[in-house]
């Protein structure tokens, strides 16, 4: 079994020694785009437009926990990982509930290597293709100096599509060879101006990962649960506080519809800081998070950097 990369410069490897021999190349994906959400989780662009995002991140882990949560130390474990990725965003032309609609497209490059015992998989390729192929939001509140004060609300339904690299004899590839419906609902709310700043923000996006069958290994992994969270104060063109996930398998996995020895159910929870700088100059903006690992079960536990920049066409 092992950890999608999908949502870290790979998020978590999960050491072959956890799986059946054989099916060292499986694992859950969880989440949204490559980065996961964080602040403003329910927003979209408000003018119509095609917008373009890139990421890049770093991954590192040394220690492996069991099914119990608990540290594996008889294992040799250690995961350094980069990522890179792109993606698109369009704003449709028309409302719909009041509210404004939008699709995107992100896709990944990977760089990185796992070393499990003796052994050590470098791995090298472009992940699976994820898309948000319908993404709605609505503002319930009364802007305030510019500023979205009060309720926003966001309900999508996202896919990602086997398209990326994968080998079912390595430890961990970048695609998973199987298809995952994602359907997944935001909420963000602003207060307005307080002692600290223009507003403090609270933004939560919950996600629920549900995998197809892997038809090259006929291994199937159980719905993921997730949420994405951040509290934050915005000022001026900054803004900066505390983001996380955490993120529980709900079903055992199995191999031809037989539950795996164990169940393999895999959760992760990480927390740490975020800061956004937007440049209205160039309608874009800029973002910084760090992750650390608070908990881990059937996996690694990863520190993760991100850096992002996101930008209008026009």
């Not at 770093?58 to 594996?72: A, C, E, I, K, T």
Request: net charge positive; charged share 10%.
């Amino acid at each position: 079994m092992k950890i999608s990369f999908r949502r870290v410069a790979a998020c978590a490897f999960v050491a072959a020694i956890q799986s059946s021999a054989g099916y060292a190349a499986e694992g859950p994906t969880f989440g949204g785009p490559v980065g996961g959400t964080d602040i403003r989780n329910a927003y979209l662009p408000s003018a119509t437009g095609f917008y373009f995002g890139l990421v890049t991140g770093y991954g590192h882990s040394s220690q492996l926990y069991g099914g119990g949560g608990h540290p594996v130390n008889n294992v040799n474990v250690s995961t350094s990982n980069n990522i890179f990725a792109g993606g698109i965003l369009y704003v449709y032309p028309f409302k719909l509930l009041g509210g404004t609609v939008a699709s995107s497209l992100q896709t990944a490059y990977y760089s990185g290597r796992l070393t499990l015992g003796p052994t050590t998989n470098n791995v090298r390729g472009f992940g699976d293709l994820y898309s948000d192929l319908f993404s709605w939001s609505r503002y319930f509140g009364n802007a305030a100096n510019g500023l979205p004060v009060g309720l926003t609300a966001k309900v999508a339904y996202s896919m990602i599509f086997p398209t990326g690299a994968y080998n079912k004899r390595d430890l961990t590839s970048p695609g998973h060879n199987t298809i995952y419906y994602i359907p997944n609902f935001a909420l963000t709310y602003l207060t307005g101006p307080n002692i600290f700043g223009d507003g403090t923000e609270f933004s939560a996006h919950i996600f629920m990962d549900i995998a197809g069958t892997n038809n090259a290994t006929h291994y199937h992994n159980g719905p993921v649960f997730d949420v994405d969270w951040a509290i934050s104060e915005r000022l001026a063109r900054w803004q900066f506080g505390v983001t996380g996930f955490y993120a529980n398998e709900m079903a055992d996995d199995e191999i031809n519809g037989v539950r795996v020895p164990g169940g393999k159910r895999f959760a992760a929870m990480s927390m740490g800081p975020v800061v956004g700088f937007d440049i209205p100059e160039i309608k874009g903006s800029v973002k910084l998070k760090v992750l650390i690992p608070v908990y881990a079960r059937n996996s690694v536990a990863n520190t993760l950097v991100y850096l992002g920049f996101t930008k209008a066409f026009k």
